[in-house]
T-cell receptor, first 116, second 115 residues
Framework: DAGVIQSPRHEVTEMGQEVTLRCKPI?????LFWYRQTMMRGLELLIYFNNNVPIDDSGMPEDRFSAKMPNASFSTLKIQPSEPRDSAVYFC??????????????FGPGTRLTVL | AQSVSQHNHHVILSEAASLELGCNYS??????LFWYVQYPGQHLQLLLK??????LVKGIKGFEAEFIKSKFSFNLRKPSVQWSDTAEYFCAVNPSTGGGNKLTFGTGTQLKVEL
């Protein structure tokens, strides 16, 4: 099993540009999570999906952030326009959650985003 | 909203020393508890988890954690650390009911083990 796959691993962009982060969950998993990790705030849940449907997006910082999951094997997190304070490591995680119950989350390697 | 506190932000130990990392949560109901580890340059991996039953949980690599409900704590322990345990450790909590799949993480404890 390849685990959770994220791309790109590193992204450097300029303020105002659009950034798209990609995630492929573990095959068969039906829950997907996007987290942001910073020194100041630690690991924060941004949004999560169950069966491709967004369940809780209360952690999304503002309208500049959006996330989609068009199918069970792919999700994107988009920031438009990006700002320097968005610089962080963004993790995607997936889990197999029958009936919406909690199960172990498996994390991807993360995307390190730097906004200049 | 629940929160998770990890009071030790940085810990430095010598090899073979014993380790205890603190984790406290604020939630009055029944909870599921986790410890994750992030080795340098790697992604988060599950160390151990507690859902119910024996409050002393054994994890991988010789780690264990004890759930003390009266203290709202889930401290991580290892009797003898190794240099390879150098990593960042995260405690996480999910309410057993009504929490959905959400995990709330602590801010992490950076452990450095010196030879």
């Amino acid at each position: 099993d390849a685990g959770v796959i994220q791309s790109p691993r590193h992204e450097v962009t300029e303020m105002g540009q659009e950034v798209t982060l990609r995630c492929k969950p573990i095959s068969g998993h039906n829950s997907l999570f996007w987290y942001r990790q910073t020194m100041m705030r630690g690991l924060e849940l941004l949004i999560y999906f169950n069966n491709n449907v967004p369940i809780d997006d209360s952690g999304m910082p503002e309208d500049r952030f959006s996330a989609k999951m068009p199918n069970a094997s792919f999700s994107t997190l988009k920031i438009q326009p990006s700002e320097p304070r968005d610089s962080a490591v963004y993790f995607c995680a997936s889990s197999l959650s029958p009936s919406g119950s909690l199960d172990t989350q498996y994390f991807g390697p993360g995307t390190r985003l730097t906004v200049l | 909203a629940q929160s998770v506190s990890q009071h030790n932000h940085h810990v430095i130990l010598s090899e073979a020393a014993s380790l205890e990392l603190g984790c406290n949560y604020s939630y009055g109901g029944t909870v599921n508890l986790f410890w994750y580890v992030q080795y340098p340059g790697q992604h988060l991996q599950l160390l151990l988890k507690y859902f119910s039953g024996d409050p002393l949980v054994k994890g991988i690599k010789g780690f264990e954690a004890e759930f003390i409900k009266s203290k709202f704590s889930f401290n991580l322990r290892k009797p003898s650390v190794q240099w390879s345990d150098t990593a960042e450790y995260f405690c996480a909590v999910n309410p057993s009911t009504g929490g959905g799949n959400k995990l709330t993480f602590g801010t992490g404890t950076q452990l450095k083990v010196e030879l």
